[in-house]
T-cell receptor, first 111, second 115 residues
Framework: KQEVTQIPAALSVPEGENLVLNCSFT??????LQWFRQDPGKGLTSLLL?????REQTSGRLNASLDKSSGRSTLYIAASQPGDSATYLC??????????FGKGITLSVRP | DAGVIQSPRHEVTEMGQEVTLRCKPI?????LFWYRQTMMRGLELLIY????????DSGMPEDRFSAKMPNASFSTLKIQPSEPRDSAVYFC?????????????FGPGTRLTVT
């Protein structure tokens, strides 16, 4: 059974800091991996999707990497801003044809 | 594009009552997913449809839960009878293509409280 882990559960950083959010998964047989952002009381917004054949994707200040063999992904946020405060979820599409989510990392960026 | 639309946004009901959640996927998307989010278990897939046909309902917790997709633009998730442990946020998502691994777009969710 695929399990996705995101540690730590919460993170607080000062504005302007570059930061890395980690995601690990137990079954490397995945089709792709997706990072989402969730604001309090809101739905999920897709940030980046990395196909299994890719190693990274970039969008603005965000960069996501994927290492299938080690079962790891990272989301790099450059020059963090208070508006980046949200919960970030990692999810993998696996051989079970399901999207399995981690429980998320709640990020707080202090002005 | 209006995105995925869910209604109601909030639902409060008493134990034993029937609850119906509604979803309108993005126009042109042919896959639809229902998820449940709780603090304890995070986000879990309940069921997904492709071209209005249920493909995988193994995540539906028990017979009290049922889902339908009568046409490409509408789906319902029904709980009958509801129980306090059903309290959660229920999300609907849609995607284009025939595979569950195509990028999914989520609705704003329905927060259900069963007292």
């Amino acid at each position: 059974k695929q399990e996705v882990t995101q540690i730590p559960a919460a993170l607080s950083v000062p504005e302007g800091e570059n930061l890395v959010l980690n995601c690990s998964f137990t079954d490397s047989a995945i089709y792709n991996l997706q990072w989402f952002r969730q604001d309090p009381g809101k739905g999920l917004t897709s940030l980046l999707l990395i196909q299994s054949s890719q190693r990274e994707q970039t969008s603005g200040r965000l960069n996501a990497s994927l290492d299938k063999s080690s079962g790891r992904s990272t989301l790099y946020i450059a020059a963090s801003q208070p508006g980046d405060s949200a919960t970030y979820l990692c999810a993998v599409y696996g051989a079970n044809s399901k999207l399995t989510f981690g429980k998320g990392i709640t990020l707080s960026v202090r002005p | 594009d209006a995105g995925v639309i869910q209604s109601p946004r909030h639902e409060v009901t008493e134990m034993g009552q029937e609850v119906t959640l509604r979803c309108k996927p993005i126009s042109g998307h042919n896959s639809l997913f229902w998820y449940r989010q709780t603090m304890m278990r995070g986000l879990e897939l309940l069921i997904y449809f492709n071209n209005n046909v249920p493909i995988d309902d193994s995540g539906m917790p028990e017979d009290r839960f049922s889902a339908k997709m009568p046409n490409a633009s509408f789906s319902t998730l029904k709980i009958q009878p509801s129980e306090p442990r059903d309290s959660a946020v229920y999300f609907c998502a849609s995607s284009s293509g025939t595979s569950a691994w195509n990028e999914q777009y989520f609705g704003p969710g329905t927060r259900l409280t069963v007292t």
